[in-house]
T-cell receptor, first 114, second 116 residues
Framework: DAKTTQPPSMDCAEGRAANLPCNHS???????VYWYRQIHSQGPQYIIH???NNETNEMASLIITEDRKSSTLILPHATLRDTAVYYC???????????????FGKGTRLSVIA | GAVVSQHPSRVICKSGTSVKIECRSL??????MFWYRQFPKQSLMLMAT?????????EQGVEKDKFLINHASLTLSTLTVASAHPEDSSFYIC????????????FGPGTRLTVT
């Protein structure tokens, strides 16, 4: 079972920041938070991941609370092409992963509106 | 970044026929690959874990005699849907884990199977 909880859907105006929340209250101390997105009829696309510190890359920023029980993915300037389902996933660290696959919850369907 | 390909991207077959889907890691080696299935408006559901040179591990409720998995090399895994039926129509997605030490999991673009 997925170890995360996300709102089923969100809307965001084009050009504005999209803030997608994720609750992972049972996360273990060595587990990472990963974010993927899936555009319609495509495979999942990696966005970003983090352990404790906030992370930023060319796609997004990831803000993890100090207690690590929740996080927020931020798309700073959402475009119509960002319309997708966004998945927040908790996974074991490198080396301990073994054959543990990524487990997908229901995700958040983000609709970016012109 | 690492690339995973799937072939075919889309296939339509008649009920009772078998369909083979290929998953390849193009620029890295993958001792482990995963197969997921996704029905419309639903999330990805793990079907099986494929290990190079050994038998696949299937999730509960997935028929191993119907969904035959072969992982014969470090860059190729195949999923064969035997005697496909309309209820097998779905979006099949493979994922490959980089064996070089990063253990990152990369996804293919998916294969849309329609059984008529």
């Amino acid at each position: 079972d997925a170890k995360t909880t996300q709102p089923p859907s969100m809307d965001c105006a084009e050009g504005r920041a999209a803030n997608l929340p994720c609750n992972h209250s049972t996360i273990s101390g060595n587990e990472y938070v990963y974010w993927y997105r899936q555009i319609h009829s495509q495979g999942p696309q990696y966005i970003i991941h983090g352990l404790k510190n906030n992370e930023t890359n060319e796609m997004a920023s990831l803000i993890i609370t100090e207690d690590r029980k929740s996080s927020t993915l931020i798309l700073p300037h959402a475009t119509l092409r960002d319309t997708a389902v966004y998945y927040c996933i908790v996974r074991p660290p490198y080396g301990d992963s073994g054959n543990t696959p990524l487990v997908f919850g229901k995700g958040t369907r983000l609709s970016v509106i012109a | 970044g690492a690339v995973v390909s799937q072939h075919p991207s889309r296939v339509i077959c008649k009920s009772g026929t078998s369909v083979k889907i290929e998953c390849r890691s193009l620029d890295f080696q993958a001792t482990t690959m995963f197969w997921y299935r996704q029905f419309p408006k639903q999330s990805l559901m793990l079907m099986a874990t494929s290990n190079e040179g050994s038998k696949a591990t299937y999730e509960q409720g997935v028929e191993k005699d119907k969904f035959l998995i072969n992982h014969a090399s470090l860059t190729l895994s195949t999923l064969t849907v035997a005697s496909a039926h309309p209820e097998d129509s779905s979006f099949y997605i493979c994922s490959a884990r980089d064996s070089s030490g990063g253990y990152e999991q990369y996804f293919g673009p998916g294969t849309r199977l329609t059984v008529t």
